[in-house]
T-cell receptor
Framework: GQQVMQIPQYQHVQEGEDFTTYCNSS?????IQWYKQRPGGHPVFLIQ?????EVKKQKRLTFQFGEAKKNSSLHITATQTTDVGTYFC??????????FGAGTTVTVRA | GAVVSQHPSWVICKSGTSVKIECRSL??????MFWYRQFPKQSLMLMAT?????????EQGVEKDKFLINHASLTLSTLTVTSAHPEDSSFYIC?????????????FGNGTRLTVT
């Protein structure tokens, strides 16, 4: 089936530093969504990108959708301990199914 | 916001028994619900799409006779793991979209951690 690739799988960040997680699909996506899952919890919706080249910000989080609607990125600035968790991208293909990336698990050292 | 309630949150059962997991949309109607399975430190894998009033659509490799799905109303879908075995131990999560909103975000339940001994 359709797949969305996400890297890196793990990201260990010094508090205050920035990091980026990337997603890529081999086919064009209708939209891409980002979710955050805290340890032991369930995924929580963060944002959805629909338009080619779209950029959205949520405080220290910047989400970008590529011009070809095949890739996306999440950039977090000035990482805090509250950013700990696994970030998943999920792409919607033409069949309306949502394909999740492998996730980027973020740990923060103070 | 939209809330999805999943029950139970955890269950331990003996090998060979069946377990039923319920997924309810509390403040919206969901024509379609999705069942995912997540193994430790792995991503969410779609098992099946539950359609209200019709048969579920299963992903490749998922045994429909083992994972029975019933979507009897616009607010309730159930997943029954029949004749459970230790390899079925996993985190099962349901999700739902609001009725008619095909591209909208998914609302996830809290998940059910199943342990088969």
């Amino acid at each position: 089936g359709q797949q969305v690739m996400q890297i890196p799988q793990y990201q260990h960040v010094q508090e205050g530093e920035d990091f980026t997680t990337y997603c890529n699909s081999s086919t064009t996506l209708s939209n891409i969504q980002w979710y955050k899952q805290r340890p032991g919890g369930h995924p929580v919706f963060l944002i959805q990108l629909v338009k080619s080249g779209e950029v959205k910000k949520q405080k220290r989080l910047t989400f970008q959708f590529g011009e070809a609607k095949k890739n996306s990125s999440l950039h977090i600035t000035a990482t805090q301990t509250t950013d700990v968790g696994t970030y998943f991208c999920a792409g919607t293909h033409n069949d309306y199914k949502l394909s999740f990336g492998a996730g980027t698990t973020v740990t923060v050292r103070a | 916001g939209a809330v999805v309630s999943q029950h139970p949150s955890w269950v331990i059962c003996k090998s060979g028994t069946s377990v039923k997991i319920e997924c309810r949309s509390l403040d919206f109607q969901a024509t379609t619900m999705f069942w995912y399975r997540q193994f430790p430190k792995q991503s969410l894998m779609l098992m099946a799409t539950s359609n209200e009033g019709s048969k579920a659509t299963y992903e490749q490799g998922v045994e429909k006779d083992k994972f029975l799905i019933n979507h009897a109303s616009l607010t309730l879908s159930t997943l029954t793991v029949t004749s459970a075995h230790p390899e079925d131990s996993s985190f099962y999560i349901c999700s739902a979209r609001e009725q008619g909103a095909y591209n909208s975000p998914l609302h996830f339940g809290n998940g059910t951690r199943l342990t088969v001994t």
